[in-house]
């Protein structure tokens, strides 16, 4: 059990870790931490601590370091740390001077992530488990081809060829695009499938081929996400061996990395924090994950981490996390929230 004192050493351990990557010896603690007790009260702490599993001594004759349970209670120790004012206002500003689209502000939401928290940043783009409808168009190509454009609430946008089994006019095609629109704008693929609305053949033909396309984008996985940071991680003492690496890099050569590190119940608003080996997949036990969703959660949603050794600066990198992720949720509602939607 963690007392008030313990806790302090510990919580200051940690620190001092995270800071120089070297284990911390107990004088050390007694010389800096101003606790105002004896050296000998800091070693004991110190062995009862490393006896409960929150510190691990790498050698006998060293200090010592941190373990998952040792950085998992500090992490639970930080409280309401806002990011710094400075540091909000170039985040602010830098986002008013890129263009309106998705792509570019989650382009610089990875950038400026990883040059924050000095690791690797990760940016999915926005997706619905089940997308709806937000408008289609379907273009005359040939007597009996057109063009359907489908745009779903999030700003994505899918085209297919499709071929009727009659000859079809731009008016036609254009009445048929009133009547799907009207009848199915803000929909499931499941909600269209059961609608029960009488349809002519052609709208009927119009109609298959939108529930494909929507079930297709329903069914993809996560597109690939914006990564950058490498070298900041490749700077880390522990990641100095290239072994330490190998399992990341197979990780972004397979397009699997997204899908390791989301957990099941991550859910929105707020951030949260996997350390080690409270990851499930193995091959990224030796890192820390810091993550939090964005975007519209009854529309489209994706997610934002950082990645990077357990030694990480966690009281900067929680709050430059939620506060990224809170201006995507306020850019993301100003662009495809209901007030609009056409």
């Not at 940690?14 to 000998?40: F, H």
């Not at 599993?53 to 500090?74: E, N, Q």
């Not at 900041?232 to 990641?239: A, G, Q």
Request: with cysteine; glycine share 6%.
């Amino acid at each position: 059990m963690v007392n008030e004192r313990s806790g302090r050493i510990l919580n200051y351990i940690v620190r001092r870790y995270i800071t120089d990557a070297i284990p911390v010896p107990s004088q050390a603690v007694a010389d800096k931490a101003e606790l105002g007790v004896s050296p000998a009260t800091i070693r004991n702490e110190m062995a009862l601590l490393e006896k409960e599993g929150y510190l691990i001594r790498p050698h006998t004759s060293a200090g010592c370091i941190p373990s998952d349970k040792g950085y998992r209670y500090y992490v639970q120790s930080i409280d309401n740390i806002a990011l710094p004012r400075e540091e909000q206002y170039l985040i602010s500003h830098t986002f008013h001077q890129v263009e309106k689209e998705v792509e570019a502000w989650l382009s610089l939401t990875a950038s400026m992530l990883a040059r924050l928290t000095q690791n690797v940043a990760v940016v999915s783009l926005p997706k619905s488990n089940d997308c709806k409808l937000k408008h289609l168009e379907l273009i005359s190509v040939q007597d009996t081809r057109a063009l359907m454009v489908v745009v779903l609430e999030g700003a994505t946008v899918r085209q297919k060829l499709i071929t009727f089994d009659e000859a079809v006019t731009q008016p036609d095609l254009t009445n048929i695009s009133n009547k799907l629109n009207n009848t199915y704008a803000g929909l499931t693929k499941k909600e269209i499938t059961k609608s029960k609305i009488e349809l002519t053949a052609l709208e009927k033909k119009a109609s298959e081929h939108l529930a494909e396309i929507m079930g297709a984008e329903d069914s993809k996985e996560y597109q690939e996400p914006y990564l950058e940071g490498w070298h900041f991680m490749l700077d880390k003492p522990e990641f100095t061996q290239s072994n330490q690496m190998r399992n990341l890099m197979e990780l972004v050569e397979q397009r699997g990395l997204l899908k390791v590190i989301v957990p099941e119940n991550l859910i929105a608003p707020g951030v949260q924090v996997i350390i080690g080996k409270e990851n499930q997949y193995e091959g990224i036990q030796n890192c820390s994950v810091v993550i939090c969703r964005y975007g519209l959660p009854e529309e489209a949603s994706g997610t934002l981490a950082v990645v990077g050794p357990t030694r990480m600066p966690y009281s900067h990198t929680i709050p430059t996390v939620f506060y990224l992720s809170s201006v995507l949720n306020q850019l993301m509602g100003g662009l495809y929230g209901p007030e609009n939607r056409s």
